[in-house]
């Protein structure tokens, strides 16, 4: 896989727009500029071979770096010669002239014309600078086999040599030849078969150059290739960790995987001078060329994911069909078909690659026209990517002669990347801030309104208290009185009537209106207890518990047990009702023969009040379709909410009903402030 792969780019939604015409424009002019403009190193050896021979005697390694083997070379085709054959009295002749770099592809060769698969000799003769005593020769990314003579000594080669594809071992690796010439001429012999590729030949030109430069060059990729995948890396974990805890965040994941992908082929291939063989052992001759290809091919359908996920009304999903049948293709090939086959339709991948990542820039400059935020940083990244790789296709083609800039355009890619998103993230982060300082207000004035409204319902129940009373202390001193004076004297009269015809109607007289003063004062009573418990605010629980006793034939047991001498708690009102509720629907349905009411103030914190009779339970009665307090019921939870209180219903254990109502406690007094008293005896 040749490093002219190109490379695509990235876009990102977020609330404003980010405009940058003039400057994104001078940025890709001067990117522009940088990867296009060709090497003035380049340009000033401009010497080449010429008819098998490279004249470098005038070559200063000094100012000029590296020579560059470019040129023709003595072409024999279908031939695998050694030194000993151009050594012997019969020279063989060459089958004519190849120009380095460069394939043997469509050659004519005694009027026929080759194809990209077969085997070759290729032979050079150099005349050296004087000072050439020890030089360092690099062959690079030829994706066949291939073996080196240096005036007759085998100084390099990579895989196995062959005659057809079942002999020969493919190996795509980086050499770095020592050789150390004899006077001025320099025979350069090499062997090479390609029966698994589609274009046999030397792709990348070979250079010499004294010891150092060729080595410092190759620590330098693999330094920066390192630098390189850590960014990815962190890049990677970053991403993934961000759709870990967010799953909604599904650009974050596709970016990960196509980080993922692309540090394996990165790392793992030509672009990096196989820097992944420094930390693990090299991977098989097949899967050495194949591995990288398949992450290169994934990362397309990762990065259209990716930019989809952004972007869906932009970006057409049609692309992701194509991305992913690219894929497929390419698996199914490894599977079925010869690598020659498998070597022609990466060649075609790579322009559909250039043509997606042309579709990507355009998308994105419509997205930056409309304003969608983070749109103009991922273009400009995509821009310089796309550059990137153009770059590295026309020097890979010897159209230009720069250096390979994939891995500088895909870090640039990374980079906006991931300014792109910290965007729209601290977009995300200010928006959440707003909408929880709006939640906070909204809660502070919904909490406001709900004080208040418990304000007014306390308010509204205290005016019901009051008007009770009034009520009841006016059917008291008023009807109740009154009642009584009409049953005075209609005793009177019945006494004075004794023995006379009208003595009967009188007698009933009589009884109706003792039954009329029973009734008003026991509804007065109701209203409002004229008895009150001198040591607790409100209406006295004890003689409701006698009224109810009295009236129903129930044994009611009262028991109470409080922590102050004194009890100021306002609450109690309200558990007095309660209580009042509960012993009402224990009488009426519960079917008791018992019934306990307990108080509770075991500290200042609080008061329990539990109302437990022994009937028949509200499971047994919903059975009987009896229906257990009704409105009362709602009544009471409304009274226990308005003071805050826990009020729970359920059935006892042992048969029966208890009502529980656990009030707060506003008492600010110490309890050493007041009188502990002993608890009361059970009624």
């Not at 770095?176 to 590729?197: C, Y």
């Not at 044994?555 to 558990?575: A, D, I, S, W």
């Amino acid at each position: 896989m040749n490093r002219n792969t190109p490379r695509p780019s990235f876009p990102l939604r977020m609330g404003r727009a980010f405009h940058p015409v003039p400057p994104f424009v001078a940025v890709l002019l001067l990117a522009a500029a940088f990867l296009l403009l060709p090497s003035d190193r380049a340009a000033a050896d401009g010497l080449r071979a010429d008819n098998g021979v490279l004249d470098l005697r005038g070559f200063d390694p000094a100012t000029m770096g590296p020579a560059r083997l470019d040129g023709a070379w003595e072409f024999y085709w279908n031939r695998l010669l050694t030194p000993q054959d151009f050594a012997a009295s019969t020279a063989p002749s060459p089958s004519g002239l190849i120009s380095l770099p460069g394939t043997w592809r469509g050659m004519l060769v005694n009027g026929e014309t080759l194809g990209g698969t077969g085997q070759a000799t290729l032979r050079l003769r150099l005349r050296l600078w004087p000072e050439a005593d020890t030089l360092t020769l690099r062959l690079f990314d030829i994706p066949m086999a291939y073996r080196l003579w240096a005036n007759g000594q085998l100084v390099a080669g990579s895989g196995i040599v062959g005659t057809d594809a079942d002999s020969e071992t493919p190996l795509r690796s980086l050499v770095l030849a020592r050789i150390a010439p004899e006077g001025e001429d320099l025979e350069l012999v090499l062997q090479i078969s390609n029966h698994h590729f589609r274009a046999g030949g030397v792709p990348e030109g070979l250079r010499l150059a004294l010891p150092g430069p060729l080595e410092a060059e190759r620590d330098r990729i693999w330094t920066f290739s390192y630098f390189f995948a850590g960014c990815l890396l962190i890049t990677l974990l970053y991403h993934l960790f961000l759709f870990h805890l967010d799953r909604m965040q599904v650009s974050a994941g596709y970016f990960s995987g196509f980080c993922l992908c692309m540090l394996c082929y990165c790392m793992s291939s030509n672009t990096s001078f196989w820097a992944i063989n420094r930390f693990l052992p090299a991977l098989p001759p097949p899967w050495s060329e194949y591995v990288p290809l398949f992450f290169y091919m994934a990362c397309a359908p990762m990065l259209f994911r990716f930019y989809y996920s952004l972007y869906p009304k932009v970006f057409h999903p049609a692309i992701r069909y194509l991305v992913d049948l690219r894929l497929a293709v390419f698996f199914l090939l490894l599977l079925t078909a010869p690598d020659y086959r498998v070597s022609q339709y990466i060649a075609f991948s790579i322009f559909v690659g250039l043509g997606c990542a042309i579709y990507y820039v355009v998308r994105l400059f419509v997205c930056t026209r409309r304003g969608m935020s983070g749109a103009g940083l991922l273009l400009l990244g995509s821009g310089v990517s796309l550059l990137a790789s153009l770059n590295d296709g026309l020097s890979h083609a010897k159209l230009i002669n720069t250096p390979y800039l994939i891995q500088f355009g895909i870090l640039f890619l990374v980079v906006t990347q991931s300014l792109a998103l910290a965007k729209r993230f601290t977009h995300a982060f200010i928006s959440v801030g707003k909408l929880s300082e709006e939640l906070e207000r909204k809660n502070r004035s919904l909490m406001a309104e709900m004080e208040e409204r418990n304000r007014l319902e306390q308010e509204v129940i205290n005016i019901s208290e009051d008007e009770r009373r009034r009520i009841s202390h006016e059917l008291h001193d008023g009807l109740c009185q009154k009642l009584t004076g009409a049953r005075l004297r209609a005793s009177i009269l019945n006494k004075r009537l004794a023995g006379t015809d009208d003595a009967t109607t009188m007698a009933s007289l009589v009884a109706l209106l003792d039954a009329s003063t029973d009734d008003a004062y026991r509804t007065s009573r109701g209203l409002w207890p004229v008895e009150h418990d001198p040591a607790m605010p409100g209406p006295s629980l004890d003689d409701l518990a006698r009224r109810i006793a009295k009236d129903t034939g129930i044994n009611v047991r009262f028991e109470m047990r409080r922590y102050c001498g004194q009890c100021t708690n306002p609450n109690m009102r309200t558990l007095y009702r309660i209580a009042q509720e509960a012993l009402t629907n224990a009488a009426k349905h519960a079917q008791a023969q018992t019934i306990r009411v307990k108080l509770r103030c075991p500290a200042q914190d609080g008061v329990t009040l539990t109302v437990c009779d022994d009937g028949i339970g509200r499971t047994a009665s919903a059975r009987k379709g009896t229906r257990m307090g009704g409105l009362g019921l709602g009544i009471m939870a409304h009274r226990a909410d308005v003071i805050h209180a826990k009020l729970t219903i359920e059935d006892a254990p042992q048969g029966g009903t208890v009502v529980t109502c656990a009030a707060p406690c506003d008492k600010l007094a110490s309890p050493t402030a007041t009188r502990r008293t002993l608890p009361d005896a059970s009624r």
